[in-house]
């Protein structure tokens, strides 16, 4: 489908440090792309590296297959801060417009007032009350919305639901969800809550101390987590034992007296539960737990320490 965005050992360095170091990110079209990294590892350097607001150090971006130059290319991209830009004492309405004109004056205020009703806004709410006013999740698809009025290919978004409501998040969430979709747009997200995250993205990019230390897709993170496996019996003691002998793993311990956990990808819930009880062990229920982002990043964060 073609590269929105390429990174060659791209680098930044702030008084002898590499806050951004060597990093190689690779973004396909229609990707929604989850930017995962604890503060401080080079998260928002790098996003303000490829929006053009600060200069690598060393390395190379490349954006849409690098066939326009980076100041043509950047006009393609729409960008959220964390914070949500605006003129607090003008409407909706009125922040669009001035973004609308400054973008070429591309369509008419028509325009402006439909794209407000796509993300959500009543003609009342858009047109009479001012944005500083607005709760946090409207502030926030206010936001989205200036980001989209120049209709980009690629939207790159820093910490779009920090701090938004159950009811903001899934509108936000939804939005996201439907300019992919229906309107082909590629994102890159950067956010703290991964369980968030892991909703919205096909592919994510791990960083650490300002290297890239991972990258892959949602289909490669179900293959690299193991499906753990909640066992619960009259006899813990036993039953760990048999699970050791019969599938010859020591991946399965005991929690307390009637219970054990077992990881195994190739072992079903009825395997256990027939090789449990042809042992005289009686199961009670059997539950799947699956490691998630959360469990994954910090997984990942701690073995680069090593």
Do not use: W
């Amino acid at each position: 489908m073609g590269l929105v965005l390429k990174t060659s050992m791209l680098t930044k360095v702030y008084d002898g440090r590499a806050v951004v170091n060597g990093v190689n990110m690779n973004i396909q079209k229609g990707d929604i792309y989850g930017f995962i990294g604890r503060n401080g590892a080079g998260k928002t350097t790098l996003l303000r590296m490829i929006l053009g607001l600060s200069q690598p150090t060393e390395g190379r971006i490349e954006l849409f297959d690098n066939k326009q130059g980076l100041i043509e290319s950047r006009k393609k991209i729409g960008s959220l801060a964390e914070q949500a830009a605006f003129y607090p004492n003008m409407t909706a309405l009125s922040n669009l417009e001035i973004c609308r004109i400054a973008f070429g004056g591309v369509g008419d205020k028509n325009l402006s007032l439909s794209l407000l009703r796509k993300f959500g806004f009543s003609n009342a709410v858009a047109t009479t009350k001012k944005a500083g006013l607005f709760s946090l999740g409207l502030r926030q698809k206010l936001a989205i919305a200036i980001a989209f009025i120049g209709f980009p290919e690629f939207i790159i978004l820093d910490e779009p639901i920090n701090g938004l409501d159950p009811k903001a998040t899934i509108e936000v969430r939804n939005l996201i969800k439907d300019l992919n979709k229906n309107a082909g747009v590629t994102f890159l997200i950067s956010s703290h809550l991964l369980a968030e995250l892991s909703k919205l993205a096909n592919k994510y990019g791990i960083i650490e101390k300002g290297r890239l230390i991972d990258e892959f897709s949602s289909m490669e993170l179900e293959e690299r987590i193991e499906p753990t496996l909640m066992i619960k019996v009259d006899n813990a003691i036993r039953a760990a034992q048999v699970i050791k002998d019969i599938f010859k793993t020591q991946e399965c311990k005991i929690i307390n007296e009637k219970t054990v956990e077992f990881v195994g990808r190739n072992v079903t819930s009825g395997d256990i539960n027939r090789v449990l009880n042809e042992n005289g062990v009686l199961v009670e229920a059997i539950s799947k737990n699956q490691i998630d982002i959360e469990s994954y990043f910090v997984k990942v964060v701690s073995g680069s320490k090593k």
